[in-house]
């Protein structure tokens, strides 16, 4: 805890050398993943600093579970308050097809900013489709015992799935970071996490074993999924951007 206060410390007074003050409201104490859960800090000037358990940031919710399903709730959640409060401009004869769709693209459609940090299970990527599929019911006017099939709906509407952008961001995000200076931070991490996932350890520790159980999922092994490569072999290829951007 006194650790926590003083890099709280620290960085207020480095902030103050810039012109800039700390809002401490506004400043919070996270756990995310595993690990004890941290405990309130009060510093210098009878500051606290609280502990939440989810914070939203540059409009993301940060969840202390490390899973992408809170965030990905509240996105769904906010994208069909504002298809139903248009329900009327979806009924709108004299609007075209075209016109409603441009309007559901930048209003109601799920925005996939941030979404490439996304860990997607099947039954997440099943409730996102689902929720674009009834979004172009609505807006298409086709009911529940018309039995329109979504390949129909489709062709009709030319729209792209969410799953499809979330994986093409995450393959992009990718080779940003991997055509990084090898010095650059985010480089160096995502260096060492496809080094493990070739069973290559930093400790270089044969004894270990991973733990019981089926692992979580994670970033790195959904990429591999995406683009049909082994993590090693998609940091080779990702080097070069014009053979990453044609994978």
């Known amino acids: 805890m006194v650790l926590r206060s003083e890099i709280l410390t620290n960085f207020d007074a480095a902030s103050q050398t810039m012109g800039l003050h700390t809002s401490w409201s506004k400043t919070h104490l996270q756990n995310t993943g595993h690990g004890t859960a941290p405990q309130a800090v009060t510093i210098q000037g009878g500051h606290t600093v609280d502990v939440v358990e989810r914070f939203t940031f540059l409009g993301s919710d940060l969840s202390s579970c490390s899973r992408s ?30 016109t409603k769709l ?19 299970t099947k039954s997440d990527e099943q409730k996102l489709e689902a929720f674009r599929m009834s979004c172009l019911r609505r807006i298409l006017g086709i009911r529940w015992f018309d039995f329109v099939p979504n390949v129909s709906m489709m062709n009709q509407t030319q729209q792209r799935s969410v799953c499809s ?20 931070p985010a480089h160096a991490a995502l260096r060492l ?3 493990n996932r070739a069973d290559h350890r ?28 082994s993590a ?16």
Request: net charge positive; hydrophobic share 35%.
């Open 193 to 195: 996490v496809v080094n």
């Open 102 to 120: 441009r309007l559901y693209n930048a209003l109601c459609r799920i925005r996939p900013d941030g979404a490439e940090t996304w860990t997607l």
């Open 232 to 247: 090693d072999v998609a940091w080779d290829m990702a080097s070069d951007r014009q053979v990453w951007r044609a994978q």
């Open 69 to 98: 399903q809170p965030e990905m709730s509240r996105r769904i959640g906010l994208a069909s308050r504002v298809t139903g409060q248009l329900t009327c401009v979806w009924r709108q004869s004299r609007l075209s097809l075209c």
């Open 202 to 229: 930093p400790d270089d520790s044969p004894e270990w074993k991973r733990p019981r159980g089926r692992p979580r999922q994670t970033r790195i092994r959904q990429l591999e999924v995406d683009v049909g490569l």
């Open 165 to 184: 952008r979330i994986r093409d961001r995450r393959a992009s995000i990718f080779g940003h970071v991997r055509r990084l200076p090898e010095l650059a």
